[in-house]
């Protein structure tokens, strides 16, 4: 069985400073991992992916993350927040057998000007 | 690249009626598509995986007669709410995978259904 545990429902930050997104993950198997972002209104967007390659990766709009086995987490970081950053982000885990994803429970961005 | 479109983007049905949401890859073939629903400000649950030409297969829990899904070619899948409650008032979401053996999905824009 799979799992991913997003630490904080809620994150506020001001804008131009450091985000910090926090995931652990419980997997049996080697995971995948993912970031999405769910804008209002919007479907969910891709930032980034870990497939067993590089541990720091590098995801769309200056986001990044990197898994740590020791400590099963996959933190999502941003240097330098945007307004255009507020949104519900998701950490996620595939089931590598069936290709099924499972969803952390979110957590909203919220970018204070 | 890896579009996915959904249709309706939002529909309202009243109690006892049947509603159809489709889910297209645009630009891509996807032998696998998966349905999740999403609660107000909640995560979003997977509902069934579909496999174009095959049955689909149903998340414990989720009632494969009340949604019935058909994955006829390998760039649409449908889903159908039978018989639809308000407790079925949800956002529904597709997503497609690309390329087997690739883990990553492709999200529809979800559609919000309404059941008065």
């Known amino acids: 069985a799979q799992s991913v545990t997003q630490l904080d429902s809620h994150v506020s930050v001001s804008e131009g400073t450091p985000v910090l997104l926090r995931c652990n993950y419980s997997?049996?198997?080697?995971?995948?991992l993912f970031w999405y972002v769910q804008h209002p209104n919007k479907g969910l967007q891709l930032l980034l992916k870990?497939?067993?390659?590089?541990?720091l990766v590098k995801g769309i709009n200056g986001f990044e993350a990197e898994f740590k086995k020791s400590e099963t987490s996959f933190h999502l970081t941003k240097p330098s927040a945007h307004m255009s950053d507020a949104a519900e982000y998701f950490c996620?885990?595939?089931?590598?057998?069936?290709?099924?994803?499972?969803f952390g429970s979110g957590t909203r961005l919220q970018v204070q000007p | 690249g890896a579009v996915v479109s959904q249709h309706p983007s939002w529909v309202i049905c009243k109690s006892g009626t049947s509603v159809k949401i489709e889910c297209r890859s645009l630009?891509?073939?996807?032998?696998?598509m998966f349905w999740y629903r999403q609660f107000p400000k909640q995560s979003l649950m997977l509902m069934a995986t579909?496999?174009?030409?095959?049955?689909?297969?149903?998340e414990q829990g989720v009632e494969k007669d009340k949604f019935l899904i058909n994955h006829a070619s390998l760039t649409l899948s449908t889903l159908t709410v039978t018989s639809a409650h308000p407790e079925d008032s949800s956002f529904y979401i597709c997503?497609?995978?690309?390329?087997?053996?690739?883990?990553?999905?492709?999200f529809g824009p979800g559609t919000r259904l309404t059941v008065t």
């Open positions: 997503s497609a995978n690309p390329i087997a053996g690739a883990y990553e999905q492709y």
């Open positions: 997997s049996s198997y080697s995971p995948s």
């Open positions: 870990y497939t067993s390659a590089a541990t």
């Open positions: 996620v885990v595939s089931d590598t057998g069936r290709r099924a994803l499972t």
């Open positions: 630009d891509f073939q996807a032998t696998t």
């Open positions: 579909s496999n174009e030409g095959s049955k689909a297969t149903y």
